[in-house]
């Protein structure tokens, strides 16, 4: 059920992450309102993601991956609607939507602390690498699907309420899978959590944790302000560096999803070859290094095809990494270790797009992609120098039985 749930999630995000960006340019957002418009989003996800972290190691997983859903349905209905700013900017921050993120990439959203804990406790950790990383091709297959219903908005210009007439369909599939997501949730079981009576339901700093949790402040603020460079305006810089529309943008997004696919599911194995914490950082190095020739493609064709190749390795490292930081840290402090771990990179993500629309207006279409190559590069080396001394569980202990059916 939690693949399924993922599936529907991810539709919907792809599918905003494609027609979104567009839709606010046609209705009169520039570059700088658009970083604004970013960071606003980014904020409010930042903000319900430590939240639901924190608290689902209190009160448990599930309810959050029934409400954060709804949200998002909610803000996709807002978006099908009215073209007014204001509402979209409360819009995008209370449903953590509209930001762009290319290819999917498993992005699902704030609840995913609580998705990721819930899942790490129904697993061994011998069958961790390979549950995270059902769970992105979960994504991958999602987002084909929202890549391809991006086909359905017509590629003519429009501006203002014409836009909205023109997306308010997509817009309304993403309230419908979210909604989706959320009622499939309703299905999972979840065991009353025993540290949770008394006094102790309130949030807390997860002391037993913090070696970690300081470490991964460093590597993913590296990682937040590379990924806020470039990966909240790609649509835009495809829209606006090769004059093309949603459907382009979509068949590209849905070929790159399905392309790989495969690289989700070898993720355990390429783990299991060379070492968790290896896989991961040869990852990053690659991913920062594909940047450059995506952004140098003097065409639409030679830029897509750079970036399948840069999905292909970026789909392996993305469930190593959730699964290694979920599985080293402590069995009641999950899920406030993910939200935690993730503030420092979501303020990077939040403000860095403002430098990005800066050098949009200002400079060039370049210029930020490579600024992000490098800060990627950065956070690969020290991902390696700070963990290459702690293998996760699975590497010093055999497999275990196999997951519950509902993790499936």
Do not use: C, K
């Amino acid at each position: 059920m939690v693949i399924a749930a993922r599936i529907f999630m991810s539709v919907g995000r792809a599918l905003a992450g494609v027609v979104a960006p567009i839709y606010l340019a046609l209705v009169g957002f520039g570059p700088v309102e658009l970083s604004i418009y970013v960071m606003v989003v980014a904020a409010g996800s930042a903000l319900l993601s430590t939240a639901i972290g924190t608290l689902s190691d209190r009160i448990g997983r599930r309810i959050f991956l029934i409400v954060v859903p709804l949200l998002t349905a909610v803000a996709a209905g807002v978006f099908a609607v009215t073209s007014a700013h204001v509402a979209l900017f409360v819009a995008g921050a209370l449903g953590s939507f509209g930001r762009g993120s290319g290819a999917g990439a498993g992005a699902i959203g704030p609840y995913q602390p609580a998705e990721s804990a819930y899942v790490t406790e129904r697993v061994t950790p011998g069958h961790r690498n390979t549950i995270f990383g059902r769970l992105a091709f979960a994504s991958s297959l999602g987002a084909a699907l929202g890549g391809l219903a991006a086909l359905l908005v017509p590629s003519t210009h429009a501006h203002g309420a014409a836009a909205t007439d023109l997306f308010r369909v997509a817009f309304l599939i993403i309230a419908v899978v979210s909604a989706l997501a959320g009622l499939v949730a309703v299905a999972l079981h979840e065991d009353a959590m025993p540290h949770v009576e008394g006094t102790h339901r309130r949030p807390h700093f997860p002391r037993n944790s913090r070696w970690l949790l300081y470490r991964l402040w460093v590597t993913n603020t590296l990682n937040g302000a590379a990924v806020g460079m470039f990966g909240p305006f790609l649509t835009y810089w495809l829209y606006r560096r090769f004059h093309v529309g949603p459907g382009a943008v979509g068949v590209l997004f849905t070929l790159v999803n399905v392309a790989t696919m495969a690289s989700s599911l070898s993720a355990a194995a390429w783990a299991r070859r060379w070492g968790l914490v290896r896989t991961i950082s040869v990852v990053r190095v690659l991913q920062s290094v594909l940047i450059i020739p995506m952004v140098l493609s003097p065409n639409f064709a030679l830029a897509g095809m750079w970036y399948l190749v840069r999905m292909l390795v970026q789909r392996i490292g993305l469930p190593l990494r959730q699964s290694y930081v979920v599985g080293l840290a402590n069995a009641n402090e999950r899920g406030s270790v993910i939200a935690l771990s993730n503030v420092p990179s979501q303020f990077a993500t939040a403000t860095s797009p403002l430098l990005t629309g800066y050098l949009f207006a200002e400079a060039n279409l370049l210029v930020p992609f490579e600024i992000a190559a490098a800060l990627q590069f950065a956070n690969a080396l020290t991902f390696w120098i700070f963990f290459r001394a702690h293998p996760p569980q699975e590497e010093r202990e055999p497999a275990g039985p196999a997951p519950p059916a509902d993790v499936e």
